[in-house]
């Protein structure tokens, strides 16, 4: 049985309509309009346990909406949703027992006290006796490599510690469905990469099922095998990483050093030009003629270096979004 | 949660956690006991004003009119110990989206809202009052029986409950109006025409503080019901309101959540 399924689902805000300015204000204030914003539409998808999808979007794509309707924080206003079996928006103790919300940019720690102190509260919030409680802090602690932040407060901790103490207080119940919502926003390299890092390590050790957004790309190719792209509430792709780059770039980038310059025209047969500039060529050659085309160049051309690459997904998604409007 | 073990045990949690971080602030415990001192012996010297040339308030003596200052100081410190602190925390839970985290835990939401914290700088209210209080039942000559202090207690009890009530229904606005942190205060502020004997008042004050904004169930029923000078059916009256209220609060949380769960982003 699929751990997530969810089935049409969209969301419609009301939003209020209001022009800039005094005047604005006061026509605002005497006859208010409101408009219908549809922030997610028809989204459907399953996701299997232990399966680590990524949700990709720009900003206001409707990735955290999508995210609030499948813990059931804000209720579908079409289709349906189903998190481990139960529908989330009822939010039944037993399901909320089986997830965990993480964002990257509220915290649930109690701000003034050590880290120790918010994770008690959390034992005795999921009935998890005192022993158990801490055979869970050491376990989760050392996968997390933290250690004396959790007797030191909150406000006195890094941004790092702090997201590390938020994923051990959202862990500690030991949810089997991790919804996580820019969880490495703000932090440095070297702390994404250890957040990355235990993420996986929680995948594999419990076979927890999860489902994340990020701007960091950095995270989604290191975790997810599997994403969604959203954009303007709708599901545009689902699938692997390497299909979705596929599909938004079918070309690559050869990149060509030559002993001496040479017109464009030379280029014609091998691909599109994209930038000549002396002996420094680019072209772009559609894949499925990369190994011929980069085989001829280098029989026929005077070529001294020749280097392919992909585009960074970053600049396709950008690309995509620029490029297509909402419909 | 899985019974009232559970509930004690999260609750011992929470007020331990609570106090752990007020004591952060160490001074606070002095400035609120001097806050609460002077006060008091502020209203004090009102009342004793009232007192002058041997005339009674209302119908009420001196030291009857102690006793509803009493329970006035002690529902205050009530205030501060527990309605304050929680209420505030909903109101910015609401404005910083962290509401979501509260929504998320297996408890029950309103349960937690209302008492997450315990700050202990209302306590000194809280035994200030309770001490004017009893002083005042033995000074004006009382001797309540065992079943007139029950229904005394009781009626305190359900006094508290109004009151939270109040506050609880006034925070809950904020998921519509975000920022409803002053309208408590007015509440408060209003409250404080509770230090007095309802019978006090001009008679429109009277059927405002009685009916609108029920003062008079919060500080001179309970005195009343202590003096033993309360009718069964105002007492029953002050039961009543005390439970409407509180089935009102949960009804108008489960209706706001409603409206949080369908209009949050």
Redesign the interface.
């Known amino acids: 049985m699929a751990m997530i399924h969810a089935r049409g689902l969209g969301k419609t805000?009301?939003v209020a309509d209001k022009q800039p300015g005094l005047a604005g204000t006061l026509r605002h204030f005497l006859q208010r309009r409101h408009r219908d914003v549809s922030?997610v539409r028809d989204v459907s998808f399953l996701v299997e346990p232990g399966e680590v999808v990524g949700f990709l979007g720009p900003n206001g794509a409707g990735k955290?909406?999508t995210l609030?309707m499948l813990?059931?924080?804000?209720?579908p206003s079409s289709g349906s949703v189903e998190v481990a079996g139960f529908r989330p928006?009822r939010?039944q103790?037993?399901f909320?027992?089986r997830?965990?919300?993480v964002?990257g940019n509220?915290?649930?720690l109690?701000?003034?006290?050590p880290p120790l102190?918010?994770l008690?509260?959390n034992?005795?919030?999921?009935?998890i006796d005192d022993a158990e409680a801490q055979r869970r802090i050491r376990e989760l602690s050392e996968m997390l490599e933290m250690g004396e932040e959790l007797t030191r407060?909150v406000r006195k901790l890094s941004l790092g510690q702090r997201m590390k103490a938020e994923l051990l207080a959202a862990l500690l119940h030991r949810p089997d469905v991790l919804f996580l919502d820019e969880p490495t926003l703000g932090l440095d390299v070297n702390a994404q990469a250890r957040v990355r890092s235990f993420l996986a390590q929680y995948n594999r050790r419990y076979g927890a099922t999860l489902l994340l957004t990020s701007h960091y790309m950095a995270d989604i190719t290191a975790l997810c095998p599997r994403v969604l792209l959203i954009h303007e509430g709708s599901l545009m792709h689902d699938g692997s990483l390497a299909e979705l780059t596929t599909r938004l770039a079918p070309c690559r980038e050869v990149r060509l050093e030559l002993r001496e310059p040479l017109p464009a025209a030379a280029f014609a047969a091998y691909g599109t030009v994209e930038d000549l500039q002396g002996r420094a060529v680019r072209l772009l050659v559609r894949r499925e003629r990369l190994t011929a085309s980069v085989a001829r160049l280098l029989a026929e051309l005077p070529v001294v270096d020749l280097e392919v690459r992909e585009p960074p997904i970053e600049e396709l998604i950008g690309q995509l979004f620029r490029r297509e409007p909402a419909p | 949660m899985d019974g009232p073990s559970a509930a004690a045990r999260l609750l011992r949690r929470f007020w331990s956690a609570s106090l752990a971080a007020e004591m952060e602030y160490g001074m606070n415990a002095a400035i609120e006991l001097l806050s609460v001192l002077g006060n008091l012996a502020g209203s004090l010297f009102v009342l004793s004003l009232f007192f002058r040339d041997g005339r009674n308030l209302g119908g009420w003596s001196w030291d009857q009119a102690l006793v509803v200052l009493g329970i006035y100081t002690l529902l205050d410190g009530l205030t501060s110990t527990l309605l304050q602190p929680n209420l505030g925390a909903l109101v910015t839970h609401v404005q910083k989206g962290t509401l979501d985290f509260v929504l998320l835990k297996p408890v029950d939401s309103q349960f937690w809202l209302s008492l997450r914290i315990f700050s202990p700088w209302g306590l000194p209210g809280v035994a200030v009052g309770g001490v004017l209080m009893i002083a005042g039942v033995v000074r004006a000559g009382t001797t309540p029986t065992p079943l007139g202090l029950a229904i005394g207690g009781l009626v305190l009890l359900a006094a508290s409950l109004l009151l939270y009530s109040l506050w609880f229904v006034l925070a809950a606005t904020s998921i519509w109006f975000v920022k409803v942190w002053n309208a408590t205060e007015v509440l408060r502020a209003t409250l404080v025409a509770g230090r007095y004997p309802i019978s006090a008042y001009p008679a429109g004050l009277r059927v405002l503080f009685t009916f609108v904004l029920p003062v008079a169930f919060l500080t001179t029923v309970p005195a009343e019901a202590l003096l033993g000078k309360a009718a069964a059916p105002v007492v029953l009256a002050g039961l009543l309101v005390a439970g409407l209220a509180l089935g009102a609060s949960r009804l108008f949380w489960i209706f706001a959540l409603r409206f949080y769960t369908s209009a949050s982003s």
């Not at chain 1, 813990?71 to 209720?75: E, P, R």
């Open positions: 805000f009301r922030a955290t909406t609030k813990t059931g924080l804000i209720h928006q939010r103790a037993d909320l027992r997830i965990t919300l964002m509220k915290q649930q109690i701000w003034d006290l102190d918010s008690r509260v034992a005795a919030v999921y009935g407060p």
